[in-house]
Nanobody, 124 residues
Framework: QVQLMESGGGLVQPGGSLSVSCVVSGNIFAIHTMAWHRQLPGKARELVASISQYGRINYAESVKDRFTISRDNAANMVTLQMNNLKVDDTAVYYC??????????????????WGQGTQVTVSS
């Protein structure tokens, strides 16, 4: 079983900073892309940032120069540092990973997994 444990988030004033982290556990052979998505109230889930196993990073235009994604491969962890937060950043943030599992010594196909989400609220 693969588990994604998210932490961080919470309430912050506009202009403040928060970070969210996600630790992946289970019978993992390799983690490929790690990403953060968010779902704003009444809107579809959207990609915020992603980082590949080679370190290639992509950001949504709305968070460029404010958010930083990083990963710790030894700890199977991905972190999103969010600075200069805006009210429009209020959303549930979801960790998303693509990985290969080990099944009885065999490598399984690449599959996607999602965390349960953590609330980030930006409000004065």
């Amino acid at each position: 079983q693969v588990q994604l444990m998210e932490s961080g988030g919470g309430l912050v004033q506009p202009g403040g900073s928060l970070s969210v982290s996600c630790v992946v556990s289970g019978n993992i052979f390799a983690i490929h892309t790690m990403a953060w998505h968010r779902q704003l109230p009444g809107k579809a889930r959207e990609l915020v940032a992603s980082i590949s196993q080679y370190g290639r990073i992509n950001y949504a235009e709305s968070v460029k120069d404010r958010f930083t994604i990083s990963r710790d491969n030894a700890a199977n962890m991905v972190t999103l540092q969010m600075n200069n937060l805006k009210v429009d950043d209020t959303a549930v943030y979801y960790c998303n990973v693509a990985l290969e599992q080990l099944y009885g010594g065999k490598i399984g196909p690449i599959r996607e997994y999602w965390g349960q989400g953590t609330q980030v609220t930006v409000s004065s």
